[in-house]
């Protein structure tokens, strides 16, 4: 997958100071193609400990290993079976991260306990160089999103100081790569349990379960209630702080009527043709969606985040389409909004 084309060129002198700072033990967050990175050596369970630290993360929820394209997957993975081969050399580097038996080296600190492990390998030039100069290409870097636990994941380096200040202990610097290209984070397939399940979905991302299918030859199952713990599958995650409720197309002119004759002050995102009504004093922000499901999700975090500064008591998000490539936007609103119904009898009341 090609890089958003308008990352700066590579500031290798800065990438080379991150990677001695990866060496040290801190901690360094850095920019992919689906969403901004908190990185650290996943080998050192000290440095891997500053993760869940900084993020305010329960320590039981495994973090997702980067590898660099030329990284020794025998050294991480106990048993790669056929169809990872298949799937990395089609996918990777791009956003897709697989789950796989964990090595019996690796720290389960990395898997918060588990016998199995998260694997991907980026495409963003400034993590692919970074995973090039750190340990010389043969470490792994463990990176959950760069945000605060529960909070929306990061898109600019400029998030990631939202999130963490100008300068957090913990973090020994932030890498800058311009806007992540995908904006949401990775399709995460589990392929430990393939005998007794076959490939199961976990988190939707930009590839679809279907085009996944496509390369096995065979369905991606949905998850199910004995897939492992991920965090993003919470309920509740991606959330901006004000609340949020999701309204379908059909309903928004009278729920935004409803909200106004209240004077409820509201932010408002949207992609169809705006209603009538929406023009009211107490919609203090609006911003219009593309109506197509790549360019939606690379702006949709970097909108939230805009709204969520907006001063409103609540953010009205019109349903997005339910169709095909419209999965991962959907998963991460539905988390996002995930009390709508409450949320909206509340401000009715
Ligand atoms: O696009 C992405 O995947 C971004 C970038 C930075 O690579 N990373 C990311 O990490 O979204 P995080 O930690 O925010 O989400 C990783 C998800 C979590 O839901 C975690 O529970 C799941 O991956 N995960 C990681 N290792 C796992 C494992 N061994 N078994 C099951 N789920 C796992
Ligand atoms: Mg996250």
Known sequence: MSADTRNPPLDLPAIKAAARLLEQGRLVAFPTETVYGLGADAENPAAVARIFEAKGRPSDHPLIVHLSPQA????????IPDEARRLIEVFWPGPLTLILKRAAGIPDTVSGGQDTIGLRCPSHP?????LHEFRQGQGGIAGPSANRFGHVSPTTAQHVREEFGESHPLIGCILEGGQSEVGIESTIIDLSRLSSH???????????????????????????????RASGTLDAHYAPATALALVPGEQLAQVLQELTA?????ALMHHSALPANAVSGTILATIRMQAEPAPYAHDLYARLR????????????????????????????????????????????
């Open 262 to 266: 209240k004077g409820r002050r509201l």
């Open 72 to 79: 020794d997957l025998a050294r991480w993975a106990a048993d």
């Open 306 to 349: 805009a709204l969520d500064h907006a001063g409103a008591e609540l953010i009205v998000v019109e349903a997005p389409p339910t169709g095909s490539g419209w999965e991962a936007v959907n998963d991460r609103l539905r988390r996002s909004a995930f009390d709508s119904v409450g949320v909206l009898s509340r401000l009715l009341a």
């Open 198 to 228: 076959g490939p199961v979905l976990l988190r939707p991302g930009r590839l679809s379960a279907q085009e996944i299918g496509d390369v096995l030859g065979c369905a991606v199952a949905l998850p199910d209630l004995a897939a492992p």
């Open 126 to 130: 400034v993590a692919l160089a970074l």
